[in-house]
């Protein structure tokens, strides 16, 4: 789940600012779309004190709604949720055609927009937007079921380093996204961990890279511990032995 925070609107005076923070939670971290499945609904809740305008979307992880050619729509797509209100929103698959050999993902978008009115005249005014990005992820009918270990197993790592900068180099060659969190390499009682991204997943039959904060003694071998994401948002912990690799 990604939360981006934006600056709004303000400033018709002295600096002055209510603070607003973000306030839709969602019943669920993604969505799994299995292939014959046409829709999906998701339980919102408005936990500010204060109603907001809900704007909600799909798409490629850009958090902008001018994209055409996505999958999915949203209804509705512009509402306004009373402060401490409930609201169910329906994601409906548009039967567009996707990959049938490895799951596809897109982003489902929730921006709020607090409807507070202005101060009166003088004040200054400063209101927050938080765009909260939740996954979608379609899983076609060819795909065999899997356990969450299975998928570890199969994970190739190798571990680089160039210009002092240590690299994790992970390889997916299965058709699932592997959404990875707390990836840590140790040695002895030594540790370092990846650098935060917005999105950390490995996606299916490709390589993607992993930059360390930090670096540990040379040695032949270190232990990796990672987690992994299941479909219901629960994490997984396992680990792997990995050698160092010159450039």
Known sequence: MKLKAIFL?????????????AGILAAKTRLLFEEGQRERSLMLANVNDYPVILQTWVDQGQGSPDHAEIPFITLPPVSKMAARGLQ????????????????????????????????????????????????????????????LSDIAKQLNFSLQVEQDHW??????????????VNIQ????????ETN????????????RQ???????PKA??????FSLIDDFGNQHDFEKNISFIQP
């Open 9 to 21: 609107l303000s400033l018709t005076g002295l600096l002055t600012a209510n603070s607003v923070s």
């Open 88 to 147: 169910s929103l329906r994601v409906v698959y548009n039967g567009q055609i996707l990959p049938k050999d490895r799951e596809s993902v897109y982003w489902l978008n929730l921006y709020e927009i607090p409807a507070i009115p202005q101060p009166d005249q003088q004040d200054a005014y400063i209101s927050l937007a938080m765009n909260t990005q939740l996954k979608i992820f379609y899983r076609p009918k060819s795909l065999k079921k899997f356990e």
């Open 167 to 180: 690299k994790l180099i992970c390889d997916n060659p299965t058709a699932y996204h592997a959404s990875m």
């Open 185 to 192: 390499l140790s040695y002895q009682k030594q540790m370092i």
């Open 196 to 207: 935060a991204e917005t999105d950390m997943m490995s996606y299916p039959k490709s390589q």
């Open 210 to 216: 992993y930059l360390f904060n930090g670096t540990l």
């Open 220 to 225: 032949d071998q270190y232990q990796l511990n």
